[in-house]
């Protein structure tokens, strides 16, 4: 079931995102190479609590850290561990913030040191799809043309989409409907209402679009080998349009 927020429910989630924004913010300076990814994930726990926020993802359905941190060719849900960031690695920071009950939701991919131009092209479009995505929300258009511009912009620029992995509703709950697939047709899926909260976040691959599942049964990485890079923002849809709740700042 969609659910429709309420004034008071909004400004909960506005602070959630909020938050979520102000961790991205002070882990920023920390993503360098010799940092291990264990480390980052102690730095946002710290940060979170300080700041009267729940971290989300950690005990969710066993995961045992606050932060899915994902490593070049890692799409998602990496699990932080020993592993030490080095010059030219691209990784990606994915955090689910609660505040007083209500979830704030953003992946951003990071370079670290000296990047590839390919590395650097993956990042650019990928930021750029979900934005592209994101003009499509206003009431009236419909799930589907937000899924429609992602996959647009993604082939465009010769990108594989992830299409195991998909956006989601937020509230209460970390994933709430409706599905926000990155792939899809116009004037298809469920229609956009204000007081309705999304989670957009192209998934899309240097190489082919293809992934699989480690061992460890969460982190998903891309078959080939090729890098991947994650964006996602948590979207409000108002009376005239779109409000960002995970603002870059």
Known sequence: MITIKSEEEIK???????????THQYLKPYIKPGITTKEL??????????????????????FPATLCISVNDEVVHGIPGKRKLKDGDIVTIDMVIGYHGYQGDAAWTYAVGSISPEKKYLMEHTERALYEGIKEVKPGNRI???SHAVESYANR???GVVKELIGHGIGTKMHEDPDVPNYGKKGTGPKLKPGMVICIEPMLNLGDSAVGILDDDWTI?????????????TVLVTDDGYEILTPRI
């Open 221 to 233: 990485v891309t078959e080939d080998g090729s890098p991947s890079a994650h964006y996602e923002h």
């Open 41 to 62: 994930d102690r730095l946002a726990e710290e940060f979170i609590i300080e700041h009267d926020g729940v971290p989300t993802c950690k005990g969710y359905e066993g």
């Open 157 to 159: 620029y010769h990108l």
């Open 12 to 22: 909960l989630m506005r602070q959630a995102g909020y938050l979520v924004s102000l």
């Open 144 to 146: 589907g043309d937000i």
